[in-house]
């Protein structure tokens, strides 16, 4: 089984900004892109600290995700709609998606979640919708924390498995080292990986000192069900963006028939 760390070389690296052809290429292939230095030192400080913030009080055992950190902490606001990262999501969904969940997560040093899965529900896993499992999660994950080495709780993922009509195998699921065609992925902070929700992905034992911190933001088509809130404090749509309004989803009548209860989201361009 591959021990080594993955060459660089085969990362499917993007540029900020609208999707290029060979970009959505490479998406299509490995189901996942990678975009270096979207935040800069200053910002990662920035956002690293609200993510403290939101765990000061929890529990530091294992992997946990607290949600909805946007309403509360500006810096994570921030994310929701980032110009390096947004037109890539609407370069895949079109116009019309929400902000389905934003996890902060932390793999709390010396500590390890190794679990093999594909994003979605449990209840109704997005698989059983269709072959080739649709895209319903499109994950943009910011690494708040050094992950330049293996065992710094980066992600792996295994390219391509986004269309494999076969699960990864059971046995394999709790293993570091579960395919040979896995990515262990070593960016530095600040980096930010866009995934769809059917690549089989894990994070990395975290070996360090220090406690590993990603900040994850997840699009979706805007029937989708929210999963790290109900809905959204009424304090916060009262006072963000337009544009961050319209992609938290609140609509009055969502379910009125021919789409009519979706506004437009008001982008810029
Ligand atoms: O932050 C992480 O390590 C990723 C967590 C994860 O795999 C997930 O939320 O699906």
Redesign the pocket.
């Known amino acids: 089984m591959q021990r080594e760390a993955t060459p660089k070389e085969l990362y499917p690296l993007a540029q900020p900004g609208p999707m290029t052809e060979m970009e959505r290429f490479m998406f299509e292939s490995f189901g996942y892109i990678l975009i270096e230095d979207v935040l800069s030192e200053d910002e990662c400080d920035e956002v690293l600290e609200a993510a403290k913030r939101l765990h000061h009080s929890a529990p530091k055992e294992r992997?946990l995700?607290l949600g909805k950190g946007f309403e509360t902490e500006p810096s994570i606001e921030s994310l929701i709609d980032h110009p390096a990262v947004l037109p890539k999501v609407r370069a895949l969904y079109g116009d019309r998606f929400v902000l389905q969940a934003a996890?902060c997560?932390v793999?709390p040093a010396g500590s390890q979640?190794v679990g093999w899965?594909q994003?979605g529900s449990s209840a109704y896993e997005f698989k059983h919708l269709a072959y080739p499992t649709p895209l319903v999660q499109l994950?943009a994950?910011y690494s708040l924390t050094d992950q330049s080495e293996l065992f710094m709780?980066n992600?792996m993922l295994i390219p391509g498995s986004h269309r494999s009509p076969v699960d990864l195998p059971k046995d394999a699921r709790k293993e570091i080292f579960a395919s040979p065609i896995q990515h262990s992925i070593r960016c530095k902070r600040g980096t930010m990986l866009l995934f769809h929700n059917g690549v089989w992905?894990?994070?990395m034992p975290n070996d360090m000192d220090f406690d590993?911190y990603?900040m994850?933001f997840i699009y979706s088509p805007p029937w989708l069900r929210r999963s790290d809130r109900f809905s959204t404090d009424p304090a916060f749509l009262e006072h963000t963006t337009p544009l961050r309004r319209a992609l938290m989803g609140d609509y009055e009548r969502p379910d009125t028939p021919f789409a009519g209860g979706f506004p437009e989201i008001p982008f810029e361009d």
């Open positions: 992997l995700q996890w997560t793999q979640s899965h994003d994950r994950s709780g992600m992905h894990s994070p590993r990603n994850h």
